[in-house]
């Protein structure tokens, strides 16, 4: 079992930067791989980012390439989002989620509640 819990959403003007984190607990939590995911008003949710468990792999949505950087503390166990140069269609409620198996093409075994992210124009 992983418990994920989120911060660091909010209202950002376009082409400024928001750094998300997650934070995560459970006996086995290092074992996993940990992601981003986004859903937009009237879409579906959408794979943003992932990391393994050793911080050394990470892959990214074409779409936040360059923009958005992962990372992971394992010691604090929190997964990090820094989002720089964003823009109005990165909008949406941002998701944390563990994978045991997959880093790319990540799934999701545990979800966090979500942090709301807003870029105004």
């Known amino acids: 079992q992983v418990q994920l819990v989120e911060s660091g959403g909010g209202l950002v003007q376009a082409g400024g930067s928001l750094r998300l984190s997650c934070a995560a607990s459970?006996?086995?939590?290092?074992?996993?791989?940990l992601g981003w995911f986004r859903q937009a008003p009237g879409k579906e949710r959408e794979f943003v980012a992932a990391?393994?468990?050793?911080?050394?792999?990470?892959y990214y949505a074409d779409s936040v390439k360059g923009r958005f950087t992962i990372s992971r503390d394992n010691d604090k166990n929190t997964v990090y989002l820094q989002m720089n140069s964003l823009k109005p269609d990165d909008t949406a409620v941002y998701y944390c989620?563990?994978?045991?198996?997959?880093?790319?093409?990540?799934?999701?075994?545990?979800w966090g509640q979500g942090t709301q992210v807003t870029v105004s124009s």
């Open positions: 989620a563990a994978d045991y198996t997959r880093i790319a093409g990540m799934k999701g075994d545990y």
């Open positions: 990391i393994s468990w050793s911080g050394v792999s990470t």
């Open positions: 459970g006996p086995t939590v290092k074992n996993y791989a």
